[in-house]
């Protein structure tokens, strides 16, 4: 820790989904989560902000989520790179989740833990979106939730002092810059950083710690506010995308020279029968 | 009208009570009113139709420091009704008083559908109002109906239904979303899909300037700076637009300008165009910046080099006359949205492009 940031001994918590590594439908028009999975992308930058914030500042780490069983793989993979705790939120009534209702279950999830815990919140991460749901609208609604403030598309993070970061986020066209007393919730682009991977120190103590897995009960949330019940949209019909724009025609026969002119007099060739 | 005969033991319900007419955020771009808010009025001019007559107005909603201006130049691009917020305060976007702005009009005005532009704004609000007032919302969409909707589970049936169209799946699928069970029914609309109406200068509508009640922490965040390029560089109007991506590195622009200077020499009309990630690691300035986040450009040539071809910066050049790709990586997405690909390193391919163009080549641009 460098001499330069207060010790702040922050209380931070990281959003985290599993999501399958590659993105297809099943035959009911719904995602296909048979196949292999990973952590969201964008997941893996907001747990880097996490690690960096404590590596500055100091403080503890939790990771949260949502999903089947098998998201203690990624949860894992978060305490293997150096976060503290982890908790998963596992019930099949959680099924047919929208962004509102996952909002909620991952709120009553983090508010229950902080109660049992006798704690409180001061910084909340999680990934500007995931792939297979690409909405970003999670982290926003889970701020709401908690009554903390929220910046989201955040670029980069730094402390400020012992009552503020200094958050950047994106904004069209360039950037903005914001003062942020905590707590607060940030949701991290991809272009933040570069995250780290599992480090030996980390892993080793990862040994000693488990997922703490709940279901919806256990944490107190109402059946009706769960899952497919809890949603205030469904999906009603999926279609195929047509794209307009023919395959790309590649060069790679000769030299360089060769690639080159080949595709440049492609490119100035007429297309016939058009 | 009729409707499925399978569905007929469906009850019809409406459980709007009273909420009537679609709403419109309209956000400033810097000081003027962004693109975005006239092409959500105009299609919800165009989605009007298929409500409730009682139903067919649009309101929409302009927050600022001195905004009143801008009033009526909503009205003349289809909005009915504009509420007016001010506040010096709010000279730009911050989450938490906009979210009150946005919560207070709603419940005053009672929208059935309430829409907001798919920006890094838009995405930031809408999703903490639903959260907020319990109601759906369906993000970055790009098409809308609204129609006949049956839902067996719920056993209830709706005669208009606001359908939200979106892309998921990484862009493979559209999916539609449907909530008429809480009002307004919301959703975040992409910029650039939707076309505006004409101006008329002579259509009139009703401004109604409005005090929100501010909540306790509403400012707590505060604005150090709002940095926007200027917008010294018209790439949009540029017939050849040769861009690079953060594989480059600083040398790899060096050799970029070259190319560019040689095309030029043509005498062909060029530009230098970037990805974020290539803006962000500062080897080139942001009114360089194709995408989502920068300029939507359309020149007749469009060549790509070590750019991996993001969602973000597509959505700015996807509608290039023809896409040409330099990458090493042979699966890198820029490929899927390209015409011609070369599969290299651009420190080979560069050079002989380079030469090749000095030596005379020129693009054809019809
Ligand atoms: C809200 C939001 C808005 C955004 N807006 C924009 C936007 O407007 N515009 C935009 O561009 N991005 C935008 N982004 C960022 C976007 O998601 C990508 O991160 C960005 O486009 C990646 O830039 P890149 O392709 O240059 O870099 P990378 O993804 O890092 O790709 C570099 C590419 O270079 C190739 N490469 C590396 N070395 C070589 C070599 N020697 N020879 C040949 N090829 C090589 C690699 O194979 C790779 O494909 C936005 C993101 C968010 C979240």
Same mark, same amino acid.
């Given at each position: 820790?460098?001499?330069?940031?207060?010790?702040?001994?922050?209380?931070?918590?990281?959003?985290?989904?599993?999501?399958?590594?590659?993105?297809?439908?099943?035959?009911?028009?719904?995602?296909?989560?048979?196949?292999?999975?990973?952590?969201?992308?964008?997941?893996?930058?907001?747990?880097?902000?996490?690690?960096?914030?404590?590596?500055?500042?100091?403080?503890?780490?939790?990771?949260?989520?949502?999903?089947?069983?098998?998201?203690?793989?990624?949860?894992?993979? =978060?305490?293997?790179?150096? =976060?503290?705790? =982890?908790?998963?939120?596992? @019930?099949?009534?959680?099924?047919?989740?929208?962004?509102? =209702?996952?909002?909620?279950?991952?709120?009553?999830?983090?508010?229950?833990?902080?109660?049992?815990?006798?704690?409180?919140?001061?910084?909340?991460?999680?990934?500007?979106?995931?792939?297979?749901?690409?909405?970003?609208?999670?982290?926003?609604?889970?701020?709401?939730?908690?009554?903390?403030?929220?910046?989201?598309?955040?670029?980069?993070?730094?402390?400020? @002092?012992?009552?503020?970061?200094?958050?950047?986020?994106?904004?069209?066209?360039?950037?903005?810059?914001?003062?942020?007393?905590?707590?607060?919730?940030?949701?991290?682009?991809?272009?933040?950083?570069?995250?780290?991977?599992?480090?030996?120190?980390?892993?080793?103590?990862?040994?000693?710690?488990?997922?703490?897995?709940?279901?919806?009960?256990?944490?107190?949330?109402?059946?009706?506010?769960?899952?497919?019940?809890?949603?205030?949209?469904?999906?009603?019909?999926?279609? *195929?995308?047509?794209?307009?724009?023919?395959?790309?025609?590649?060069?790679?026969?000769?030299?360089?020279?060769?690639?080159?002119? @080949?595709?440049?007099?492609?490119? *100035?060739?007429?297309?016939?029968? *058009? | 009208?009729?409707?499925?005969?399978?569905?007929?033991?469906?009850?019809?319900?409406?459980?709007?009570?009273?909420? /009537?007419?679609? +709403?419109?955020?309209?956000?400033?771009?810097?000081?003027? #009113?962004?693109?975005?808010?006239?092409?959500?009025?105009?299609?919800?001019?165009?989605?009007?139709?298929?409500?409730?007559?009682?139903?067919?107005?649009?309101?929409?909603?302009?927050?600022?420091?001195?905004?009143?201006?801008?009033?009526?130049?909503?009205?003349?691009?289809?909005?009915?009704?504009?509420?007016?917020?001010?506040?010096? /305060?709010?000279?730009?976007?911050?989450?938490?008083?906009?979210?009150?702005?946005?919560?207070?009009?709603?419940?005053?005005?009672?929208?059935?559908?309430?829409?907001?532009?798919?920006?890094?704004?838009?995405?930031?609000?809408?999703?903490? #109002?639903?959260?907020?007032?319990?109601?759906?919302?369906?993000?970055?969409?790009?098409?809308?109906?609204?129609?006949?909707?049956?839902?067996?589970?719920?056993?209830?049936?709706?005669?208009?239904?606001?359908?939200? #169209?979106?892309?998921?799946?990484?862009?493979?699928?559209?999916?539609?979303?449907?909530?008429?069970?809480?009002?307004?029914?919301?959703?975040?609309? /992409?910029?650039?899909?939707?076309?505006?109406?004409?101006?008329?200068?002579?259509?009139?509508?009703?401004?109604?300037?409005?005090?929100?009640?501010?909540?306790?922490?509403?400012?707590?965040?505060?604005?150090?700076?709002?940095?926007?390029?200027?917008?010294?560089?018209?790439?949009?109007?540029?017939?050849?637009?040769?861009?690079?991506?953060?594989?480059?590195?600083?040398?790899?622009?060096? +050799?970029?300008?070259?190319?560019?200077?040689? #095309?030029?020499?043509?005498?062909?009309?060029?530009?230098?165009?970037?990805?974020?990630?290539?803006?962000?690691?500062?080897?080139?300035?942001?009114?360089?910046?194709?995408?989502?986040?920068?300029?939507?450009?359309?020149?007749?040539?469009?060549?790509?080099?070590?750019?991996?071809?993001?969602?973000?910066?597509?959505?700015?050049?996807?509608?290039?006359?023809?896409?040409?790709?330099?990458?090493?990586?042979?699966?890198?997405?820029?490929?899927?949205?390209?015409?011609?690909?070369?599969?290299?390193?651009?420190?080979?391919?560069?050079?002989?492009?380079?030469?090749?163009?000095?030596?005379?080549?020129?693009?054809?641009?019809?």
């Amino acid at each position: 820790m460098s001499e330069n940031y207060p010790k702040l001994d922050l209380n931070i918590f990281v959003t985290i989904k599993q999501v399958p590594k590659a993105m297809k439908t099943g035959a009911d028009g719904l995602m296909d989560r048979s196949g292999k999975s990973m952590m969201n992308p964008h997941c893996t930058h907001a747990l880097e902000e996490a690690l960096s914030l404590r590596d500055r500042v100091g403080g503890q780490i939790t990771v949260v989520s949502m999903g089947p069983p098998n998201a203690q793989k990624s949860l894992n993979e =978060a305490l293997r790179k150096g =976060a503290d705790r =982890a908790y998963l939120l596992s @019930d099949r009534k959680l099924a047919g989740s929208d962004t509102w =209702a996952t909002a909620e279950a991952l709120a009553t999830l983090i508010k229950f833990i902080l109660k049992e815990n006798n704690e409180t919140l001061d910084v909340l991460y999680g990934g500007l979106q995931t792939v297979d749901g690409d909405t970003a609208q999670v982290p926003a609604q889970i701020a709401s939730r908690l009554k903390m403030s929220q910046v989201t598309y955040v670029e980069s993070v730094k402390v400020l @002092d012992d009552k503020h970061l200094e958050v950047r986020r994106i904004i069209e066209g360039g950037y903005q810059r914001l003062k942020v007393p905590y707590p607060t919730t940030l949701s991290v682009t991809e272009t933040a950083n570069v995250p780290r991977g599992p480090s030996l120190t980390a892993s080793m103590s990862a040994v000693d710690k488990e997922v703490i897995i709940y279901n919806i009960d256990q944490i107190g949330l109402p059946e009706k506010y769960a899952g497919l019940a809890g949603s205030p949209t469904v999906v009603s019909r999926v279609k *195929n995308v047509v794209i307009d724009r023919g395959p790309v025609q590649l060069f790679n026969e000769g030299d360089t020279a060769k690639l080159v002119s @080949d595709m440049l007099t492609a490119v *100035n060739t007429k297309e016939e029968n *058009n | 009208m009729s409707y499925p005969e399978k569905d007929s033991k469906i009850p019809f319900v409406d459980l709007r009570d009273g909420a /009537r007419g679609i +709403m419109v955020w309209a956000p400033l771009d810097g000081d003027k #009113i962004s693109e975005a808010a006239f092409e959500l009025i105009g299609e919800a001019n165009r989605q009007k139709s298929k409500l409730d007559e009682d139903s067919q107005k649009i309101i929409a909603v302009l927050i600022g420091k001195e905004v009143d201006k801008h009033a009526q130049e909503l009205i003349h691009y289809g909005a009915d009704i504009v509420y007016v917020i001010e506040d010096d /305060r709010l000279e730009e976007y911050l989450t938490l008083p906009f979210v009150t702005s946005l919560i207070d009009v709603i419940n005053e005005a009672k929208p059935e559908i309430a829409l907001f532009a798919a920006s890094t704004l838009g995405r930031d609000l809408a999703p903490r #109002i639903a959260a907020k007032m319990n109601c759906g919302l369906s993000a970055d969409c790009t098409e809308f109906d609204i129609g006949y909707y049956a839902n067996r589970k719920r056993n209830q049936r709706f005669k208009k239904a606001f359908k939200m #169209i979106r892309p998921s799946f990484g862009e493979s699928k559209l999916a539609t979303i449907i909530g008429p069970f809480n009002y307004p029914q919301m959703a975040t609309a /992409r910029p650039g899909v939707f076309r505006k109406l004409d101006k008329d200068s002579s259509r009139t509508g009703e401004v109604i300037k409005f005090q929100p009640k501010w909540q306790e922490g509403d400012f707590a965040v505060e604005l150090i700076e709002t940095v926007r390029s200027s917008d010294s560089l018209d790439l949009t109007k540029a017939d050849i637009i040769v861009a690079g991506g953060f594989g480059l590195g600083k040398e790899g622009f060096d +050799m970029l300008n070259e190319l560019v200077a040689a #095309i030029r020499a043509n005498g062909q009309n060029v530009e230098l165009g970037a990805s974020r990630a290539a803006v962000d690691a500062g080897f080139v300035e942001y009114k360089h910046q194709i995408g989502q986040t920068g300029k939507t450009v359309r020149p007749a040539i469009y060549i790509a080099v070590a750019i991996s071809g993001a969602v973000q910066h597509i959505a700015g050049m996807k509608e290039s006359a023809k896409i040409i790709a330099i990458n090493h990586d042979p699966s890198a997405n820029i490929f899927l949205s390209s015409d011609f690909g070369i599969v290299n390193d651009y420190q080979e391919v560069l050079p002989e492009l380079i030469k090749q163009v000095k030596a005379g080549y020129k693009f054809d641009l019809d």
